[in-house]
């Protein structure tokens, strides 16, 4: 299977898992919009809430970087630019989710 198959493929796959997650977290968000901070930090800090919310961030993440790699290769002619426009993309995808992540399993309340 060629790699472009799998980028394609990987990108179909993501925004099919993402699109639930999205409806389920635009919903909530709703829910808790005009709550106080402390509700809020509730909703975060459920254990339900939390691992929906990291499959959330975790497959944004992966379909952002995959669908804006896309328009790297199409757009970016020199071969060195699209390469360290790339890695620099792979490497923002890697490191904010996991900040994200750190982040919602120091949650206190």
Known sequence: MRPVTKKWIALKLSSLILTPLMVWYAINLAGIYD??????????????SKI?????????YLFSSLSISEVFEDYISKEKIKNAANKALYLFAITCPILTIIVLFYLEI
């Open 52 to 60: 929906l919310f990291i499959c959330f961030i975790l497959f944004a």
């Open 35 to 48: 709550k106080p901070f402390i509700d809020v930090i509730k909703f975060y800090d459920s254990q339900p």
